[in-house]
C-alpha cells in the first residue's frame, strides 16, 4: 500500500507545474542517456564530437558577440529552429526557423496513438517533433540540427568557395565553450530550460520510438537558446523567449544546460 501512495504522488508531482499541459513553450526533448521502468532516451551524434579539453583553457574577462536576434513568437514551440536561424544570420544566411522545415533541411514527425490509445513518433535527436507553429509541438535535439545545418551549408561551400565546420560539443563545459569558441566570437547553439528554471518529467509525455520501438520521455520546461557572451557573474544569451543578450547567472545556466545532457553546436567558418 505504501509503495502504491508513494507511486500516486510521483505522478502528481510531475503533472503539476507544466506551462503547456505535457508541451511546455519552446521545450525539446531530454538528452541525457537514462533508464527508468517505463521509458529510455539516449544521444547519437551524427558528427565526430569536440575533444575535451586536458587542461582549464584561458579566457577573456567578458565577451559579447553581436548575433542577430529573432523572437520565436510566430513558433511557439520552435526555439531549436529559431536558434539556428539566428546562428545562420551570423553567418550571412536569411532563413527562417520554418523554412528548415518547408525547404526540407530537417524533417518533423507527428505523435500519432494507436488503437490501444498508445503513442508512437520519432526520435528527437534526428527529427523535429510536432509542429514548431503551435502549442502542442515539441522540439529536437542536437543531432537534428546538426544534420539540418549540414544540409543547409554543405551545398553553399562550393557556391561560396567557404568550408563550415559543424562542431558537436556535446559534454563540453560552458566555461571551456567560452574559452574556446565565445571568447574566439564563434556563438554557440545550446540546450537549457526556459527562463533558467528546473526542468522536470511528465510520465504522460512519452511515445515510442516507431524505428527502434523504445520508449522516449520527454523532460518538460525545455528551452534552446544562443549563447553569445559572458562576464564575470552571468552568460548572455539570444533568448527566442525573452530578448537579445539576455542574462542568467553562470551557476543556474550551467545546472539547466547539465540537465539537458549538456547539448551544444558550433558552426566555425574557414
Not at 523567449?241 to 551544444?264: C, F, H, I, N
Amino acid at each position: 500500500m505504501k509503495k502504491f501512495i508513494l507511486f500516486l504522488a510521483l505522478i502528481l508531482l510531475t503533472s503539476c507545474g507544466n506551462k503547456n499541459s505535457g508541451n511546455p513553450l519552446g521545450s525539446a526533448l531530454v538528452t541525457t542517456a537514462t533508464q527508468s521502468a517505463t521509458a529510455t532516451t539516449k544521444i547519437q551524434p551524427t558528427t565526430q564530437p569536440a575533444t575535451k579539453f586536458t587542461s582549464k583553457p584561458k579566457m577573456k574577462k567578458n565577451m559579447l558577440i553581436d548575433v542577430p536576434y529573432y523572437s520565436q513568437h510566430d513558433y511557439p514551440t520552435g526555439c531549436e529552429l529559431v536558434s539556428t536561424s539566428m546562428l545562420l544570420a551570423f553567418l550571412g544566411f536569411d532563413i527562417k526557423a520554418g523554412e528548415l522545415l518547408e525547404k526540407g533541411y530537417l524533417n518533423a514527425v507527428d505523435i500519432t496513438e494507436d488503437s490501444k490509445n498508445r503513442k508512437h513518433g520519432g526520435d528527437p535527436d534526428k527529427v523535429f517533433i510536432g509542429n514548431p507553429e503551435k502549442n502542442t509541438g515539441y522540439g529536437c535535439y542536437s543531432g537534428a540540427i546538426i544534420y539540418a545545418l549540414n544540409k543547409y551549408l554543405k551545398p553553399r561551400e562550393y557556391i561560396l568557395d567557404k568550408k563550415y565546420d559543424i562542431i558537436d560539443l556535446n559534454g563540453i563545459e560552458l566555461e571551456e565553450i567560452c574559452a574556446e569558441y565565445i571568447s574566439k566570437g564563434v556563438p554557440v547553439i545550446m540546450w537549457a530550460s526556459i527562463d533558467m528554471k528546473p526542468t522536470f518529467i511528465n510520465l504522460s509525455n512519452s511515445w515510442i520510438i516507431d524505428k527502434t520501438g523504445e520508449r522516449y520521455l520527454w523532460k518538460s520546461n525545455e528551452h534552446c537558446l544562443v549563447l553569445v557572451g559572458y562576464d564575470e557573474e552571468y552568460y548572455y544569451f539570444n533568448d527566442p523567449l525573452a530578448e537579445k543578450d539576455t542574462p542568467y547567472l553562470k551557476r543556474l545556466a550551467e545546472r539547466r544546460y547539465g540537465e539537458m545532457g549538456m547539448q551544444a553546436i558550433a558552426v566555425i567558418e574557414n
